[in-house]
């Protein structure tokens, strides 16, 4: 699906899009988002209350005690994201084909509010261009469909075992 959206706005012989063609495609986003959502890079995150605080739902949090949110369990919730929370299913993402945002307190993979990661836009962009480069160039076939991807648990993200792969060159009929 991605490949067939790139088709429509790329030319055939075009590497790498443009800012404005990436924008374009809405699929892509969609892709991506679910991407993070089922294996968000930062998996979880600390703050430490410096003062006695409320929560916005009336939790109380006294000084010192320490609060993680966790955007891989929040991912994999079916109280945020309904029965179908384990399937990757980008269409989530779409009201008739475009775009459609969810807030990002139910999907903190950037974090939310004021301290919101600010490279986000930037980020987005970049995994968008290289997922392009990739899927347009190359037919990718992961070595074991069957076994869903494992994390290692850690700051930033990494496969347990890696990502086994089968990668050939695209052939295009011409
Ligand atoms: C997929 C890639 C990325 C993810 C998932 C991500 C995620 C996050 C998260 C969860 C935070 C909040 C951390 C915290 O409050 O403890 C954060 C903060 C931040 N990120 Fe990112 N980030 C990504 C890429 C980037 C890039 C490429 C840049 C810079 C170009 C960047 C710059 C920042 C900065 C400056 C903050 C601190 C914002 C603040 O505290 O006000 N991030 N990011």
Same mark, same amino acid.
């Given at each position: 699906?991605?490949?067939?959206?790139?088709?429509?706005? =790329?030319? %055939?012989?075009?590497?790498?899009?443009?800012?404005?063609?990436?924008?374009? =495609? /809405?699929?892509? /986003? $969609?892709?991506?988002?679910? %991407?993070?959502?089922?294996?968000?890079?930062?998996?979880?995150?600390?703050?430490?209350?410096?003062?006695?605080?409320?929560?916005?739902?009336? #939790?109380? +949090?006294?000084?010192?005690?320490?609060? #993680?949110? /966790?955007?891989? !369990? =929040?991912?994999?919730?079916?109280?945020?994201?309904? #029965?179908?929370? =384990?399937?990757?299913?980008?269409?989530?993402?779409?009201?008739?084909?475009?775009?459609?945002?969810?807030?990002?307190?139910?999907?903190?993979?950037?974090?939310?509010?004021?301290? +919101?990661?600010?490279?986000?836009?930037?980020?987005?962009?970049?995994?968008?261009?290289?997922?392009? !480069?990739?899927?347009?160039?190359?037919?990718?076939?992961? $070595?074991?469909?069957?076994? $869903?991807?494992?994390?290692?648990?850690?700051?930033? $993200?990494?496969? %347990?075992?890696?990502?086994?792969?089968?990668?050939?060159?695209?052939?295009?009929?011409?």
């Amino acid at each position: 699906r991605v490949r067939e959206e790139s088709d429509q706005v =790329m030319a %055939s012989n075009q590497e790498f899009a443009s800012y404005e063609q990436i924008r374009e =495609m /809405h699929y892509l /986003h $969609a892709v991506v988002n679910e %991407s993070l959502r089922l294996y968000p890079p930062v998996q979880f995150d600390s703050k430490f209350a410096m003062e006695d605080d409320v929560l916005p739902d009336g #939790t109380f +949090v006294r000084k010192g005690t320490r609060v #993680t949110y /966790h955007p891989y !369990a =929040m991912g994999r919730m079916e109280g945020i994201w309904g #029965t179908d929370c =384990m399937e990757f299913r980008p269409e989530r993402w779409l009201e008739n084909g475009a775009f459609c945002p969810i807030s990002p307190f139910k999907c903190p993979v950037f974090q939310a509010g004021i301290r +919101v990661c600010l490279g986000k836009e930037l980020s987005l962009v970049e995994m968008k261009i290289v997922a392009l !480069a990739v899927v347009r160039k190359f037919d990718v076939k992961i $070595a074991t469909p069957e076994a $869903a991807p494992r994390f290692d648990p850690g700051l930033t $993200a990494m496969l %347990s075992g890696g990502l086994q792969a089968e990668i050939r060159e695209r052939v295009i009929a011409e």
